[in-house]
């Protein structure tokens, strides 16, 4: 019998639950000094484990800061079962807090029609041209009239976010971007959204450490790069949808 590479599972937190909990009111003091500072500040939450957290903790533990303070997602058309399973359950979970952008649906066919179902398989151009249409701009709509923008990024999730602020100036949307999670690590989200009994997606039970679309996301293998499974024909390890690009640390 062949031993199969066991799956990527999301990692046990090795320390306290005090930390978790200092890191919690931490966490929780920058979202309200976010809402505080901000008329419209708004998290884009791709519903990952960084996000449910957030979401959770903007829904339940803000009071009237959350006034200033709102959610949205992308629907991409092209989700997991589970991933949109996970949506269903949020507008149960944190009512009327989230909103859903989809992209123009005429520009997806029309790119459809010019390049195939599967395009974004044949070359890095046309790939980013999808991500172009069904992730760029829903997300630049999805931000208009915000003057900030909040993300659960982190320092450890890739190469290029290593240098990641925890406060970055959106210099084409000339507005500020939050990272709150910058400093936390994997284990440590975990620990959070377990001890908050946060709903995450089931993918992440499957190998899955980083969600994307269904085309362009498969699981991994324990050890390997969490964000390897995403466009995982590709050679580059930048690999980016062009939803973040490169920080640029706040003045
Ligand atoms: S992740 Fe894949 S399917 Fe989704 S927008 Fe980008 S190229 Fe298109």
């Given at each position: 019998m062949i031993d199969l590479p066991a799956l990527w599972r999301p990692p046990e937190y090795p320390g306290a639950p005090a930390e978790i909990e200092r890191k919690l009111d931490v966490l929780t003091s920058r979202l309200i000094a976010v809402a505080r500072n901000h008329r419209d500040a708004r998290l884009a939450s791709s519903l990952s484990v960084e996000d449910m957290l957030l979401t959770d903790i903007i829904f339940n533990?803000?009071?009237?800061?959350?006034?200033?303070l709102s959610v949205f997602t992308l629907e991409?058309?092209?989700?997991h079962r589970e991933t949109r399973e996970l949506l269903e359950e949020s507008a149960g979970r944190y009512p009327g807090l989230m909103t859903v952008y989809e992209p123009d649906r005429e520009k997806v066919a029309a790119y459809v029609t010019a390049n195939?179902?599967?395009?974004?398989?044949?070359s890095l151009e046309l790939r980013h041209g999808c991500c172009a249409l069904r992730k760029v701009e829903p997300l630049n709509r999805a931000l208009q009239g915000a003057d900030a923008w909040i993300t659960g990024q982190r320092?450890?999730?890739?190469s290029t976010r290593?240098?990641?602020?925890l406060v970055e100036d959106d210099r084409a949307r000339n507005i500020r971007k939050y990272n709150?999670?910058?400093?936390?690590?994997e284990a440590e989200v975990w620990a959070a959204a377990k001890t908050r009994n946060v709903p995450v997606n089931t993918l992440y039970h499957k190998g899955y450490p980083s969600i994307g679309c269904e085309p362009c996301t498969i699981a991994v293998k324990a050890g390997?790069?969490?964000?390897?499974?995403?466009?995982?024909?590709?050679?580059?390890?930048?690999?980016?949808?062009?939803?973040?690009?490169p920080p640029a640390p706040a003045d």
């Open positions: 533990d803000l009071g009237r800061a959350r006034e200033t991409t058309g092209l989700l195939g179902v599967h395009a974004f398989y044949d320092r450890q999730q890739a290593i240098a990641l602020p709150p999670l910058a400093d936390w690590s390997e790069d969490i964000r390897s499974g995403r466009w995982w024909w590709e050679q580059s390890n930048r690999r980016e949808c062009g939803l973040h690009v």
